[in-house]
């Protein structure tokens, strides 16, 4: 008979009993996800990735998303919502997202006026969330199709700014290695 009144109420208690955990996170230790991507340079791909470069930058990151894509909203409310993603990735990266069902027209790394669906098909990024790193001349240094934990989207951009992707090792191997040896430590002491 109360139930759909209490219901709001246990809610919140519940959030406030949570936030009182020891290690609890708090909204203040959060990043908003929106501010994760550059958005409004988005007209000329080509442009800014050599704008990127000459800042000193590895490339452009590119994600890859679709609306009503659980495994994005996955990824965006969990990893890009970490201060640590923000601050390692703008430092060493500009990151843009392109919906693979999107029809807005920009320039593409190969100086091609494209839709942002054509950009997605010529890149394979069918399946989301598709993460691809842009290097020099616009080529692709490493691509991630999966929703990453923080540790693993932490791999992925160490990956190509430690420059392990020049020597061949294997993505996958080294995501899974980097991911399980304190990356976010690593991170913090050598990269921020």
Known sequence: MFGHRLRPALAGLAALLLAALPGAASASDQANPEDFYQLPAFGDFQRNLQDAL???????????????CPFCQKM??????????????????????????????FTDVDGDT???????VQNRARATPTL??????GKELVRFISNPSVEEFLAFGKYVV??????GTDFFRYKRKEAKTGIRQKIRDKYL
């Open 54 to 68: 000459d800042q000193g930058k590895k490339g452009i990151l590119v994600y890859f998303f679709q609306d009503q």
């Open 76 to 105: 965006q409310n969990e990893v890009f919502t970490q201060p640590i993603v923000h601050d390692f990735f703008h430092k060493y990266f500009d990151v843009y997202k392109v919906n693979i069902k999107g029809n807005k027209q």
């Open 114 to 120: 494209v839709p942002q669906v054509k950009f997605a």
């Open 132 to 137: 691809i790193i842009f290097g020099e001349g």
């Open 162 to 167: 430690d420059g392990t992707y020049q020597e």
